[in-house]
């Protein structure tokens, strides 16, 4: 069955599809940074609900 299916692949290469999956989470978040001496840091950062955001891209 394997060696079929190779074959199969061999003789139609236009026919693969490569996919590359990633992911995000939002606890991924920095928690401290650094600032110039005498200035506030500023950054936004998610707040309550926290959240996987998966990225799939197709390579054909």
Do not use: C, I
């Amino acid at each position: 069955m394997r060696d079929e299916r190779q074959a199969r692949m061999r003789e139609q290469p236009h026919r693969l599809v490569f996919l590359d999956e990633t992911y995000v989470n939002t606890k991924m978040t920095r928690l401290r940074g650094h600032s110039r001496k005498g200035q506030r840091l500023r950054m936004s950062a998610p707040f309550g609900h926290w959240k996987t955001q998966t990225f799939l891209k197709v390579f054909s």
